[in-house]
Structure formats: structure tokens, C-alpha cells
């Protein structure tokens, strides 16, 4: 990944996470004592950013925090690691995403999330000149599909008429997989890359028989859906791509399991920055793979995204 400094334009999920520890879940109305608490900054779209800026991007991070203590803690956060901020929309009458869990001893954990200004997100936020001149400057701008819809096909509109290699992972929602008779936006087909894991891919595609051995079927129906690149995530099976002139399995990397709450968000922000500085797909998919491995092999998600430095290590050690 030599040449001039990358840039790349996330466009995504912003949260506070506060979780408290405990022995026990508490029963209804009790109130036991925790062992723990934490709250940081977090959310796909944070993350993405951070991990780009890790790998030496230049970065601008599109997204939207409440006029509260935890988004300027967000704001805070990201200037640490570079991340430019002038396009992190600020929302009066909504609070900045949060997340509450309650982790207990086994490590099973409770979660109640409230989107706040994540939701807020309109087309109207990114019409304009500054933004136009944002994702124009870009070499990537990556999405992801944890916003309003129509958001983010506003996003992937705008990348597209900017000419700006859009990479986008849908992020299919509980409530998307269950409205079946709904159809998916098409802008969704429209990306340069689509990086979705298996189940995601599965539903973006009309191929009925949805298993692992089918795979290749089903990002081959996404090309031909319009897809320019399909990276579908296959989890510990690697991952496997695939484009009108081939099908293609990246391995995955065997690292000790430890946590695997940042390692998507790994693989997207290290894949967006392989991509911004012109890596043919293949090699970007396993310098992805390489980040989301280590990921997966500390605790925690801001705190476990590798450095480019690490991701190379880990390249240079198997033949």
C-alpha cells in the first residue's frame, strides 16, 4: 500500500456504548450491583472511519450525533485518530445513538439500542457543493446500510455521479430479513463493491436454494443484478469474490478467537483503504481479511482494530 495518502469518505453508524458488568442478569424490578462500566464511542460508521485512518487514510467520516455530551465525546474521539468531522452532522431534537448492555459473567450480554440522530439522516444533509466536493476529491467512499434507506441511497447516488468507487455493505436489518414481500432498494445493485455477509447475500439475490455451496450462485446473481464486485463474507470460511470474470475464495487467517464485535468493521474500513490506493479487489480482500482477523483476536471494538503495521505483520508471516 505504497503511494500518495488515500482518501476515503465512510458514510455510517454512530453510537455511544455504555456497558455495565455483572455476575447476573437482574430479574424484573431487581437491582443488583455491577462489577463494571464502560462507555465509549462506537457504531459501524466510527469504526469503519477509525480503522481507514489506522491504515494511513485520510478520512471524513458522514454521519449524525445529538447536540449532547456524547457527541461531542464522538467528535472528541475521532479527532484522536484524524478523522475529519465537518461532515458529522449535528441533529437538535434527537440524542446521539446509544447502546446499554449488561454483560455478565459468562459473557452473555443484553442490549437495548436507541438509533437517535442515526435516524435523522435525509437526503437533504449531503445536497450541496461542500459534499459534492468531498466525494469528488474521495478515492473510495464507503457506506454502510445501518441508516435510513433513503439516505443511503442518496449516498450511493452521490458517489456514483461523482465517479467514486463506491463500496457498500448493506447491513440488512432484523426487520429488513423479515419483510420478504419488500423489495431492496436498487441503488443497493448499483455499488462497485458489495460486501455482504452470506445470509445479506443471500437476500439480496434471487437465488432460492440459500446454502454455502450455492454461494458462487448467488454473488453471481448480484453481478448480474449490477453489481460491479461481489465480496461476500463467509466468516470462518474466509471470503469469497466474485466478478464477471471470475469466483474466487480468499482463505481466511487462523488467529485465536477472542471477541468478534469489531472484525466486520475491520474488514470494510481495511478493504476501503486497499481499494483507495488502487489494490486490485483480490489483494484487497485479504488485506481486509488479515485486519478482521486480528480484530476478532482482542476483546472490545474501537480498542481491538488493528494498526496497518500489524495487518502487514500478519500478511508477511504465512508464505
Known amino acids: 500500500m505504497a503511494g500518495k495518502k488515500p482518501r476515503v469518505v465512510v458514510v455510517g453508524s454512530v453510537y455511544v ?11 424484573t424490578s431487581e437491582i443488583i450491583s455491577g462489577s463494571g462500566f464502560s462507555c465509549i464511542p462506537t457504531g459501524s460508521g466510527l469504526n ?3 480503522q481507514a485512518a489506522l491504515c494511513g487514510c485520510e478520512v471524513s467520516l458522514v454521519g449524525k450525533v445529538g447536540n449532547d455530551s456524547f457527541g461531542q465525546m464522538v467528535r472528541n474521539n475521532l479527532a484522536d485518530f484524524g478523522v475529519n468531522c465537518d461532515f458529522l452532522f449535528q441533529a437538535e431534537a434527537k440524542n446521539t445513538g446509544v447502546t446499554v448492555s ?7 450480554n443484553r442490549t437495548i439500542i436507541s438509533e437517535g440522530a442515526n435516524k435523522a439522516l435525509v437526503p437533504g444533509d449531503i445536497k450541496g457543493a461542500e459534499f459534492e466536493k468531498l466525494i469528488s476529491s474521495a478515492d473510495v467512499c464507503l457506506i454502510n ?13 452521490a458517489g456514483k455521479l461523482s465517479r467514486t468507487k463506491v463500496i ?12 420478504q414481500s419488500v423489495a431492496l432498494p436498487m441503488d443497493y445493485y448499483s455499488a462497485d463493491i458489495l460486501v455482504p455477509n452470506f445470509a445479506e ?32 463474507k463467509l466468516g470462518k470460511r474466509g471470503a469469497l469474490v466474485v466478478d464477471k470474470d471470475s469466483a474466487d475464495q480468499i482463505p481466511p487467517f487462523e488467529v485465536k478467537f477472542v471477541d468478534r464485535t469489531a472484525c466486520g468493521d ?3 474500513g481495511a478493504l476501503a483503504a486497499s481499494c483507495a490506493v488502487g489494490d486490485e479487489i483480490r489483494k484487497a480482500v485479504r488485506f481486509a481479511s488479515a485486519a478482521g482477523a486480528l480484530a476478532c483476536s482482542k476483546f472490545g471494538s474501537q480498542e481491538s482494530l488493528p494498526k496497518k503495521e500489524e495487518i502487514i505483520e500478519l500478511l508477511q508471516s504465512l508464505p
Not at 449488561?102 to 452473555?108: A, I, P, W
Not at 457498500?168 to 419483510?179: I, N, V
Not at 434471487?206 to 461481489?230: E, F, M, W, Y
Open 17 to 27: 456504548d455504555m456497558a455495565i458488568r455483572c455476575e447476573q442478569f437482574p430479574d
Open 48 to 50: 469503519q472511519a477509525i
Open 102 to 108: 449488561f454483560v455478565n459473567s459468562t459473557g452473555t
Open 145 to 157: 446500510g445501518q441508516l435510513p434507506p433513503d439516505f443511503v441511497c442518496a449516498a450511493i447516488r
Open 168 to 179: 457498500l455493505d448493506p447491513a440488512l436489518s432484523s426487520e429488513q430479513f423479515q419483510r
Open 201 to 232: 447475500a443471500a437476500e439480496l439475490s434471487t437465488v432460492q436454494n440459500h446454502n454455502i455451496h450455492t454461494a458462487k450462485l448467488i454473488g453471481s446473481d448480484l453481478i448480474a443484478r449490477g453489481v460491479g464486485c461481489a465480496v461476500i
Open 266 to 268: 475491520a474488514f470494510d
